[in-house]
């Protein structure tokens, strides 16, 4: 299914990543963020996918690329061999989030997180007033066929750095189109938000 | 093709000298002008030259990677040309213990020299560089064959635009050394063997090589495979014999037997000796070094493919190599395939589909890179 929102969190996510960074994409789909990357910004780059379609589609793009299941860890990949890990829309689809946040701080410095929002108005007036599960632009799933396992908003993020191995060192409510960096009731407002978090 | 004629002489890992050698060697498609479109492919214990193709209208059975090499295949010989030889050591055209020692006209037999995976690839680098070829577009081989792509990269590091190594390992691990132990095992105590020199007799240990490939060839499948395709039937009747003579009582057994009596007909014992041993003394670590830094030294992308069922290669030695490559900051791409075959599946013709639709977007991206 096309990510409607996957051109504006890949701006976004750009405009955060030093030029000539080691990066990986934890869930890198068919490698699009990463061959931007590589093409435009000079990084070295290395795609972490598990579904194969997707994986070969990062093969085409000739983005070197592991198959794995994020869930299993990252055995393959040494320490702090990575400047930045990305999850984009990864995160709420890993069983043990915690855990992976322990490879991804071994293998990587940062991280950029961008998950959605489930606090987002949209979502809550679906549950508040059709006593539905949502499903809205960033939220774009039938339960019965989302990838997604866990549902958070940036409220539960913030409370999950509390106990984490990392703290949030920048937090990017996205709106629409746009990342902004600070927004009234952004918890309300926000369809998606981007982490910048750092290994404590 | 001869090499290392005199005064040449092949320098061997042991420290002995050897030559000449004479190397068969199958070519498909064209070279291009430019010569950067050549693929070396290294086959793996008991392969050949022979990949893919056939002889003629009238033979029937194409090379042992027909389904991968070919027109339009994973390996496409519309746009690369592909190299396969027989390795050092073999007993299919390329010198070996089977081949006349030019001293004296008769077979090598016990006095072919020790032989390593080094001194294969040393071997076919020669042959490379006299087709004119520098660099080649990749060097691709599973089990054995993986092992020479390790020994390529690490010994030829700037030959090689792209490395795909399937199904293959750094190194042995101890168990696999067992069941090659006893192969060997069975051949030496053949009373046929003869110390190796055989060759003037009518009987060939082919009992005991039989034995070491029915060994061998249990050890290619997984238990699904393997249950699957046999399970507990009965080869002869419904009912068991109670008959301890009764040599193939299950279908498994007549598999074995089968196998077993049809790689008699085409391979030879010392052989068999001499290239499992070198199988089993490859060590890319111990002979060049840690991988980080050894396969660090080459440019060439990598593509690593392990098998899920692969109880003889298994994915945590090709994972191994990943993270050595990813140490070095190479580029390396790694899928582990789905697969109810074992160690065999990238020979097997069911999973090539799986093995093309990664290979083939791979070899196209290198060409692109190095094109320009």
């Known amino acids: 299914m096309p990510d409607p929102l996957a051109a504006v969190t890949d701006e976004v996510i750009m405009a955060e990543i030093d030029p000539g960074s080691r990066v990986v994409d934890l869930g890198c789909g068919s490698g699009r963020l990463l061959e931007k990357l590589r093409d435009e910004q000079g990084s070295s780059v290395l795609g ?34 990575f400047d930045f890990a990305v999850l984009s829309q990864t995160l709420q689809q890993v069983y043990r989030p915690l855990a992976l946040f322990d490879e991804v701080f071994r293998i990587a410095r940062r991280a950029l997180v961008v998950v ?18 949502p ?25 999950l750095a509390n106990r984490g191995n990392f703290r949030i060192i920048k937090e990017l409510p996205i709106i629409g189109a746009r990342a902004v960096n600070r927004a009234w009731m952004a918890n309300l407002r926000a369809h998606s938000a981007l982490y910048i978090l750092e290994r404590r | 093709m001869a090499l290392f004629a005199p005064p040449q002489r092949l320098e061997l890992a042991s420290g002995k ?36 193709g056939r002889y003629g209208e009238e033979d029937d059975k194409p090379g042992w990677w027909d389904a991968f090499v070919g027109a339009g295949k994973g390996i496409d010989t519309n746009r690369y040309f592909v190299i396969c030889a027989n390795v050092l050591g073999g007993c299919q055209g390329t010198t070996g213990p089977e081949s006349p020692n030019p001293e004296n006209g008769a077979p090598y037999g016990r006095e072919f020299p020790f032989i390593t995976v080094a001194d294969m690839v040393r071997v076919h680098k020669a042959l490379v560089q006299e087709l004119g070829i520098t660099r080649l577009l990749a060097v691709v081989g599973g089990s054995l064959g993986g092992m020479q792509v390790l020994e390529w990269a690490a010994r030829y590091p700037e030959s090689i635009a792209s490395a795909i190594v399937l199904a293959s390992s750094p190194r042995l691990n101890a168990q696999a050394l067992a069941f090659d132990k006893v192969g060997r095992r069975a051949i030496v105590t053949d009373p046929c063997f003869r110390d190796g020199n055989y ?17 061998a060839h249990i050890t290619y499948l997984s238990d699904k495979a393997i249950e699957m395709k046999f399970g507990r039937r009965l080869q002869h009747s419904d009912e068991l014999t109670y008959d301890l003579l009764q040599e193939t009582e299950f279908q498994i057994e007549s598999y074995l037997d089968y196998q077993g009596k049809r790689f008699v007909e085409r391979f030879d014992a010392n052989s068999y000796l ?19 830094r050894c396969l660090g030294k080459t440019d060439a992308r990598f593509l690593v493919v392990s098998y899920s069922k692969d109880w003889l290669f298994p994915t945590a030695e090709s994972k191994m190599i990943v993270r050595a490559l990813l140490e070095a900051r190479r580029d390396v791409t790694y899928a582990e395939l789905e697969s109810d075959h074992g160690h065999d599946a990238f020979l097997i013709e069911s999973e090539i589909p799986k093995l093309t639709q990664l290979v083939r977007p791979f070899l196209e991206t290198t060409f692109r890179r190095i094109a320009d």
Not at chain 2, 278 to 292: K, Q, V
Request: charged share 20%; proline share 6%; hydrophobic share 45%.
């Open chain 1, 48 to 81: 972490v996918e598990l579904d194969l379609g997707e994986f070969l589609g990062a093969v085409e793009r000739g983005i070197p690329v592991l198959r794995s299941n994020l869930d299993r860890g990252l055995q393959a990949i040494p320490d702090g061999a």
């Open chain 1, 116 to 133: 959605p929002n489930f606090g987002h108005w949209r979502a809550r007036l679906q549950v508040f007033l059709q006593g539905r599960a």
């Open chain 1, 135 to 159: 499903v809205t632009d960033a939220l774009p799933y039938e339960w019965y066929e989302s990838p997604n396992v866990h549902f958070l908003t940036m409220i539960d993020f913030r409370d």
């Open chain 2, 17 to 52: 000298t050897f030559g000449p050698v004479n190397v068969a060697y199958e070519t498909l498609g064209t070279l291009s002008p430019a010569k950067d479109n050549a693929i070396f492919i290294c086959h793996a214990l008991t392969g050949d030259a022979h990949v893919a």
């Open chain 2, 199 to 215: 060759y003037g007799h009518e009987e060939k240990p082919r009992f005991g090589l039989a034995l070491a490939r029915m060994i």
């Open chain 2, 274 to 292: 001499l290239l499992t041993r070198a199988m089993d003394y490859f060590d890319l670590e111990a002979e060049h070094g840690p991988m980080s």
